[in-house]
């Protein structure tokens, strides 16, 4: 399999549960990202990774929680979200500098 | 703080009718500037880096121009399969980050 995946590609929770989101690139790239993106708004960066090691927290609120046990594999752990946190979640992975390659996205509803 | 705006917000065009998009920028030394193609419910798909101005790269029916203040992106002779929301981003030289723009949403019409 090539590029970026992500998995699943729908969920839907209820304010209550945990559930996490999965994401592989196969780039062989160093950094790893992952992005929210609501409807009529710019891509908010949430989370950066750089060789396993996270470099960026852009003010997500506590109930996203992030893990890169590797420079192939992010996870995003999600646990008692609000109705406002529905949107398309997006991973990506690329080379510090250069262009980032971006998977399909895990459209999220909460309930 | 790094800005990207572009415009307009949506454009709707006639099959074979020719048209541009603006990305206007403002960053503290830019390192590189990227346009993207979203489909609807998809992740952004790479088109083009651009790096200094006067460059130019071009893919099928697609251009990309990029000048100090300002990169724009030509489709020519558009296709409906060209309707998509063209995303644009920097990335400046004291950031690892990009910045986004909201996008611009092209319609063609047969």
């Known amino acids: 399999e090539t590029g970026v995946t992500q998995t699943p590609r729908h969920l839907v929770m209820g304010m209550t549960n945990k559930k996490s989101l999965k994401c592989e690139q196969h780039l062989g790239h160093n950094a790893m990202y992952w992005y929210k993106q609501s409807a009529k708004k710019p891509l908010e960066l949430m989370f950066v990774?750089?060789?396993?090691?996270?470099?960026e927290n852009n003010s997500v609120p506590s109930r996203f929680s992030p893990e890169c046990p590797n420079s192939s594999h992010l996870f995003l752990h999600l646990h008692t979200l609000q109705p406002e946190d529905s949107a398309l979640y997006l991973c990506?992975?690329?080379?510090?500098?250069?262009?980032?390659?971006f998977g399909p996205g895990t459209r999220l509803t909460v309930t | 703080e790094d800005q990207v705006t572009q415009s307009p917000e949506a454009l709707r065009l006639q099959e074979g009718e020719s048209s541009s998009l603006n990305c206007s920028y403002t960053v503290s030394g830019l390192r590189g500037l990227f346009w993207y193609r979203q489909d609807p419910g998809k992740g952004p798909e790479f088109l083009f880096t651009?790096?200094?101005a006067g460059e130019e790269k071009e893919k099928e029916r697609l251009k990309a121009t990029l000048t100090k203040k300002e990169s724009f992106l030509h489709i020519t002779a558009p296709k409906p399969e060209d309707s998509a929301t063209y995303l644009c981003a920097v990335h400046p030289f004291n950031d690892y980050k990009l910045s986004f723009g909201a996008g611009t949403t092209v319609t063609v019409r047969a």
């Open positions: 651009l790096y200094s």
């Open positions: 990774y750089n060789f396993k090691e996270q470099t």
């Open positions: 990506a992975s690329g080379r510090g500098g250069r262009e980032q390659y």
